[in-house]
């Protein structure tokens, strides 16, 4: 049996999986979601903050992959997984966002950080519309929670 040295503590080739599944970021790669004129979720985008037996930070890096019309997206909490509110997040620069509204040019992307050093909130999602109503977006959104 081949032993590890591991977080301060022998391991062995059995338990060594376990360890890395619990230390392995969260990580939700949503199909591309075409954007409407008003906010729907971008299915498959919801990070349940339970799945991790450590202390976690939520990130989304979204892109618009239509290639001709903004979109506009927030990021929402809920601690039941049915009742989400619209939360604070930072964008790639570092400022401060509302939750709501952060628009994201064509062909270009978006960072969200939606945590410092915790979750707050035990559920995460993206929703996303049109810029301009009428005029459809594609949101490609990576989540993880690390």
């Known amino acids: 049996m081949t032993t590890y040295l591991n977080l301060g503590r022998l391991t062995t080739e059995a338990n060594s999986a376990e360890i890395l ?8 790669t949503p199909n591309a979601q075409t954007s409407t004129s008003s906010y729907v979720i971008v299915s ?12 976690v930070s939520i990130h989304y890096r979204i892109r618009e992959t239509g ?4 979109i506009t ?9 049915t009742n989400f509110t619209d939360i604070t997040a930072q ?9 709501v509204d952060v628009a994201v040019s064509a062909s270009s992307a978006a960072t969200l950080f939606c945590t410092g ?9 993206v929703m996303v519309k049109d ?3 009428s005029s459809h977006g594609q949101a490609t959104v990576i989540g993880f929670a690390k």
């Not at 290639?67 to 903004?70: A, D, E, P, R």
């Not at 997206?73 to 997984?81: C, N």
Request: charged share 10%; proline share 2%; glycine share 12%.
């Open 21 to 28: 599944a619990t230390l392995s970021p969260i990580m939700v």
């Open 91 to 99: 964008d790639n620069t570092g400022t401060a966002q509302s939750g």
């Open 117 to 125: 050093a915790t979750a707050s909130w035990r559920y995460y999602r």
């Open 67 to 70: 290639g001709t019309n903004g």
């Open 44 to 55: 498959g985008s919801t990070i349940d903050t339970a799945q991790a037996n450590h202390l």
């Open 131 to 133: 810029t301009v109503a």
């Open 73 to 81: 997206v927030k990021v929402q909490g809920s601690m039941d997984g």
